[in-house]
């Protein structure tokens, strides 16, 4: 029982919490009622290693944030720009971390030049039975990025939607 009329302060308050009640109590309605849906990717399940003994090399992570977790078996082209035009060094699928099992350029392999990496979107949410327009809006993505000094440990952090992709230099 209310002991005295609501304020105009106090209302809004009152509201969202009785609001969010209900909310709650009609997801937990509906939730038997819902469809099955194709099973999701998994999250991590243990840390990241660190890798701050490791030799200089180039590494990747793909990080599916349409359903918030590792971009695990996405199809990845891996190019090197020479002679004006991009050359296939490697092609690769990301192991259930959404990172490559080995680095893209190690040691030997690891040198000054300009880079693609091709990102096989619409294979990924396509095995995944993600329900899409068809056409999907992002097909392959090129990412390309030069590296100046490969004395330095570059890894490439990847998020990308059905819609939309970002990249930026990690170490």
Do not use: C
Not at 10 to 35: R, T, V, W
Not at 122 to 136: E, G, M, Q, V
């Amino acid at each position: 029982m209310i002991d005295k009329p609501l304020s105009r302060r106090s209302f809004l308050p009152a509201s969202l919490a009785l609001g969010g009640i209900g909310l709650q109590l009609a997801g937990n309605a509906h939730a038997a009622d819902a469809p099955a849906t194709p099973a999701m990717p998994a999250g991590l399940t243990t840390a990241p290693v660190s890798q701050s003994d490791l030799s200089p090399r180039l590494t990747m992570h793909a990080i599916d944030i349409f359903h918030g977790t590792p971009g695990a078996g996405m199809k990845v082209d891996f190019s090197m720009f020479e002679d004006g035009a991009y050359r296939r060094v490697k092609s690769i699928e990301t192991a259930a971390n959404g990172r490559s099992a080995e680095p893209l350029l190690l040691e030997g392999t690891y040198k000054a030049g300009r880079y693609e990496v091709l990102l096989h979107i619409d294979d990924y949410f396509s095995r995944l039975n993600a329900s899409l327009p068809k056409p999907t809006f992002l097909s392959t993505v090129p990412l390309r990025f030069v590296v100046r000094n490969p004395q330095e440990r570059i890894h490439l952090a990847i998020l990308f939607t059905p819609w939309s992709y970002s990249y930026y230099r990690g170490s």
